[in-house]
């Protein structure tokens, strides 16, 4: 029996952590959720494109889940200085590793926020010349008569294009 009771005394000192955790994170789930709706409402009522909504929506909400679910493990009893700091470490070698990946993501929102051309023109980059069939985050891709060419979306940051005729 005083095992039982060793585990009934633990269950009661530690339960009402993991109940102001759990409800930390509720409230950010919420929070979250609200947030996304917002950032959709928004974008409704200007001009973005679907896609930036949608990637600018799931960053808010995944960003708020994340802060509260570090929240709700420190509100119930965890260290998380070590969790944060391994987030820092892990952070910085994907962004290490996944540099040029990241690059092209980044330059994708800023085409489909910023829209200096969409789909349906026709633009030259480098040695590259067709209409835009698609843009999305990794690459841009042109058709020209049959050929299909994926462009990175960080070659339109850092060389020069030019709009032939919009769509």
Not at 76 to 98: D, E, K, T, Y
Request: aromatic share 12%; glycine share 8%; hydrophobic share 55%.
């Amino acid at each position: 029996m005083p095992f039982l009771e060793a585990m009934k005394s633990h269950f009661l000192t530690f339960a009402p952590k993991v109940a102001v955790g759990l409800v930390t994170f509720l409230i950010f789930w919420l929070t979250a959720s609200i947030a996304h709706r917002i950032v959709r409402t928004i974008a409704e009522k200007t001009k973005i494109q679907s896609n930036a909504v949608t990637l600018v929506g799931r960053l808010v909400y995944w960003l708020m889940l994340v802060i509260g679910a570090v929240f709700a493990l420190g509100f119930s009893g965890v260290n998380v200085g070590s969790l944060i700091a391994g987030f820092g470490l892990a952070g910085l070698a994907l962004g290490v590793a996944l540099q040029a990946t990241v690059a092209n993501m980044f330059s994708g929102a800023l085409i489909m926020c910023y829209q200096p051309f969409v789909q349906g023109d026709r633009i030259r980059v480098q040695n590259n010349e067709g209409n835009v069939a698609e843009i999305n985050l990794r690459y841009t891709l042109l058709r020209e008569g049959t050929s299909s060419i994926f462009v990175p979306n960080s070659s339109f940051f850092t060389n020069p294009f030019v709009v032939l005729q919009k769509g």
